[in-house]
């Protein structure tokens, strides 16, 4: 079993609509869980990262992490066509990163 | 630019060659960290070096992978006698703590691709 599993996608929504990505997770020792964006040939981008359960919201953006279930997600409000990129989930102990294998978005206009 | 670099942006080898990667990570950034990344993984984390401190081989899938970090700074990973599967795209990424919860930032990439 993978130490963090995602759904590839890919993911195809309309622009304006909610996304909801997710990661679920193996580990309980995990202390941050991260989410990155990234585009085509370019390296991952940090979007949020959250320690505690609970939401953190920046912007158009929310992580929700609920440690009870191993569960990690990352909301996108009003969906823009420049979203469109892989977003991938990680999460780490101490010096250890650990990467879903990314979801791949299309925000149609 | 204030960003990870890194060199070359592109690679092609023949099978069998040695290849050297260059990453220069944002100045002043103790922590560098490779990984990499194929088609359809996720980031395979390869080596960690944090100040002076031995660095952290865990993730070298074999002992064709070696790298090094001169000066605190520059860091070059190096695969020798490459094989088909070694292709990818090799990310490199410094953070400024020691405490691993720093935001990583990663640099482009270097797509390797041996023939």
């Known amino acids: 079993q993978k130490e963090v599993e995602q759904d590839p996608g890919p993911l195809s929504v309309p622009e304006g609509a909610i996304v909801s990505l997710n990661c679920t997770y193996s580990?309980?020792?995990?202390?941050?869980f991260m989410w990155y964006r990234q585009y085509s040939r370019k390296g991952p981008e940090l979007l949020m990262y959250?320690?505690?359960?609970g939401n953190k919201e920046d912007g158009r953006f929310t992580a929700q992490v609920d440690k009870s279930s191993k569960y990690i997600s990352l909301f996108i409000r009003d969906s823009q066509p420049s979203d469109s990129a892989t977003y991938l989930c990680?999460?780490?102990?101490?010096?250890?990163?650990?990467f879903g294998t990314g979801t791949s978005l299309t925000v149609i206009p | 630019g204030a960003g990870v670099s890194q060199s070359p942006s592109n690679k092609v080898t023949e099978k069998g060659k040695d290849v050297e990667l260059r990453c220069d990570p944002i100045?002043?950034?103790?922590?560098l960290y490779w990984y990499r990344q194929s088609l359809g993984q996720g980031l395979e984390f390869l080596i960690y070096?944090?100040?002076?401190?031995?660095?952290?081989k865990s993730g070298l899938p074999s002992d064709r992978f070696s790298a090094e970090r001169t000066g605190g700074s520059v860091s070059t990973l190096t695969i020798q006698r490459t094989q088909q599967e070694d292709s990818a795209v090799y990310l490199c990424?410094?953070?400024?703590?020691?405490?691993?919860?720093?935001?990583?930032?990663f640099g482009p990439g270097t797509r390797l691709l041996v023939l």
């Open positions: 959250t320690y505690s359960s």
């Open positions: 990680a999460m780490n102990t101490g010096n250890q990163f650990y």
């Open positions: 070096f944090q100040g002076n401190s031995a660095p952290d």
């Open positions: 990424a410094s953070s400024g703590g020691t405490s691993g919860i720093e935001t990583q930032y």
């Open positions: 580990n309980s020792a995990f202390q941050y």
């Open positions: 100045s002043g950034h103790t922590a």
